[in-house]
């Protein structure tokens, strides 16, 4: 009965090319590729590879390092530095002016957000009224008819209520797009 024959993994291979395995194992290897020509034709191309790669690159690994040119790079003077900031500021200003200058013609929507637009809106709206700023209970219907037909520019009455089951418990003004709304609760 015959011993199978031991064969080095392609790792193995590789440190043995490299010369990275110790007197026994790089023996043994060497006797492997003795017996066998596929592996040994191998690594006899992969020798002719490492030798071209040192012949081209070895003379670039040989040059000194120059690393000096860098860091001692010439510093801009102070006088282009401040040439620079006064180019970054007057461009900085001359943008916010366009801005500025430019914001008239941008439709309303866009010059003034429309939270904003609502809440002046309503500010507007009750900040003339003393007696009830906002809305007035319908135990004084006359009283809540004429209220907001004076702020609306036209008469307004409740709709009668009772004959759906519902009845009246006030009304309030809300702005609306710039303009008084009235709504009966």
Request: hydrophobic fraction near 45%; proline fraction near 10%.
């Amino acid at each position: 009965m015959t011993e199978p024959r031991w064969s080095p993994s392609p790792v193995e291979l590789n440190a043995y090319l490299d010369g990275e395995l110790g007197p026994e194992a790089q023996a043994a290897v060497e006797r492997y590729l003795a017996g066998d020509s596929d592996d040994a034709g191998r690594i006899n191309y992969y020798r002719a590879i490492n030798d071209a790669l040192h012949e081209l690159f070895d003379p670039v690994l040989a040059e000194p390092v120059r690393l000096l040119a860098a860091v001692e790079r010439q510093r801009p003077r102070p006088l282009v530095w401040a040439m620079r900031m006064a180019a970054a500021l007057l461009l900085m200003i001359a943008s916010a002016a366009g801005g500025w200058l430019l914001r008239p013609l941008l439709p309303g929507e866009y010059r003034q957000p429309a939270l904003i637009r609502h809440a002046i809106e309503a500010h507007r709206m009750y900040s003339v009224e003393s007696r009830h700023p906002v809305e007035v209970a319908a135990a004084d219907e006359a009283h809540l008819s004429a209220w907001l037909s004076n702020r609306l520019g036209k008469p307004i009455k409740p709709p009668p209520l009772a004959g759906a089951g519902f009845q009246l418990v006030g009304g309030r003004l809300l702005p609306a797009d710039g303009k008084p709304a009235a709504q009966f609760m």
